[in-house]
């Protein structure tokens, strides 16, 4: 059992709502790691971050991954933190994953104040920035498609990724 896609990118790129949109094409169902994890332990993310700490947030979260992975054959987001781990990395290896790509300006409209996303507290500019740098290359490294989503709707968005795949 695999998916059908993986969609990786930073906070802002659109993940969840393309997610959705691919479901409902393909008809199948649609995973969203960050909603497991709240699921599964009953706690907002941010709780998670600012109480245990990220650490243990990155552990949940590689957890999460690799239980979906292994269960769901559907259209699954990845929280934009998940291909940090070199273990979630091998994982996606061979799999049909698509990198949402966003600049830094559409990054910072669409995450707004940065509410319930505990890593962009203080200048949420300032902090896009970083881990838009740090973490291209990454995002880059495992998947097999990039698309382009700067000033485009999450349908546009949506429809590449069906032409792609
Ligand atoms: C994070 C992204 C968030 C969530 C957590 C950490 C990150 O998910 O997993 O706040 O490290 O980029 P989204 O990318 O779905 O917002």
Redesign the pocket.
């Known amino acids: 059992m695999a998916p059908r896609v993986v969609l990786v990118?930073?906070?802002?790129?659109g993940?969840?709502t393309v997610a959705g949109l691919l479901g409902d094409a393909w008809d199948l169902p649609v995973r969203?790691?960050?909603a497991d994890?709240e699921a599964g332990t009953g706690r907002e993310?941010?709780d998670i971050?600012v109480e245990s700490g990220e650490d243990h947030?990155r552990d949940l979260?590689a957890a999460a991954v690799a239980a979906a992975l292994a269960e769901h054959d559907g259209v699954l987001?990845?929280?934009?933190?998940?291909v940090?781990r070199p273990e979630t990395r091998d994982l996606l290896a061979g799999l049909p994953v698509v990198f949402l790509r966003v600049g830094l300006s559409d990054a910072v409209k669409r995450?707004g104040l940065g509410v319930?996303?505990?890593?962009l507290l203080g200048n949420v500019r300032a902090r896009i920035k970083v881990?838009l740098d740090e973490?291209t290359p990454v995002y880059e490294s495992v998947a097999a498609h990039t698309v382009d989503t700067d000033g485009r709707t999450a349908d546009e968005v949506a429809a590449e990724v069906r032409r792609l795949l």
């Open positions: 990118g930073p906070m802002g790129a993940k969840t969203d790691t960050d994890i993310i941010s971050f947030f979260e987001a990845l929280g934009g933190g998940a940090l995450v319930g996303r505990p890593l881990l973490r």
